[in-house]
């Protein structure tokens, strides 16, 4: 009876620690973009996003991404790149020297589609400038193995919701428009 009765116990712990080895982090790999789209009075810009880290906290399935169950992104301002040493130079001072920081707080994922992408629903808290808020977005997620998952989307966003002025240049001729895009296109891999 005591046998039988430590028997259970033990792989009752044991099923609940196979359990918590099912989520795995994953850092982004180098080939991972984010990049930047805006406006100006003048003409349309881009911007690199060239340095970044933080991970993705996901689970592999028999069909591809199971479960998405944080993420977390960290962005210098200096590691953003517009091409341009005066763009640079005003996004910089916009934007001061607070890093930029994501984090999942929610996600739900769709049914898997077309070459196994799923669309998955998230919520998150993006900070800017030192002014936090929440974001709301839809994401395409993929397996590429069971080390690997492909993850792209965008989020629209003002620059005024985050205390951030739009840049200007030449005597305020040159007006950035206060609507931005951000877009990704990133692998992570354990």
């Known amino acids: ?29 180098s080939s991972s973009k984010i990049w930047v789209e805006g406006t100006s009075s003048v003409h349309d810009w881009e911007c690199q996003v060239a340095q970044f880290a933080g991970a993705v906290d996901a689970e592999a399935g028999e069909n591809g991404l199971a ?18 040493g005066t763009m640079n130079g005003k996004l910089r001072d916009a934007l ?11 996600a739900t994922l769709g049914a898997p589609a077309a070459e196994g992408w799923i669309t998955i629903r998230t919520t998150g808290q993006l900070t800017i400038a030192g002014t ?21 989307g965008q989020h629209a966003l003002k620059m005024t919701d985050f ?14 428009g206060d609507q931005v895009t951000v877009h990704f296109d990133a692998t992570v891999s354990r």
């Open 163 to 176: 205390g951030v002025d739009p840049p200007t240049a030449l005597l305020g001729t040159l007006k950035t």
């Open 96 to 106: 001061g020297s607070t890093p930029i920081r994501y984090t999942l707080t929610s």
């Open 132 to 152: 936090t808020r929440p974001a709301q977005m839809e994401v395409k997620g993929k397996a590429i193995d069971g080390n690997r998952f492909r993850f792209t």
């Open 67 to 84: 479960k998405l169950s944080g993420t977390t992104l960290a962005v210098p301002v200096r590691g953003i790149d517009c091409d341009n």
């Open 1 to 29: 009876m005591k046998r039988s009765l430590l028997l259970t116990v033990a792989l009752a712990f044991l099923a609940l620690g196979v359990a918590g080895w099912a989520v795995q982090s994953y850092t982004f790999e």
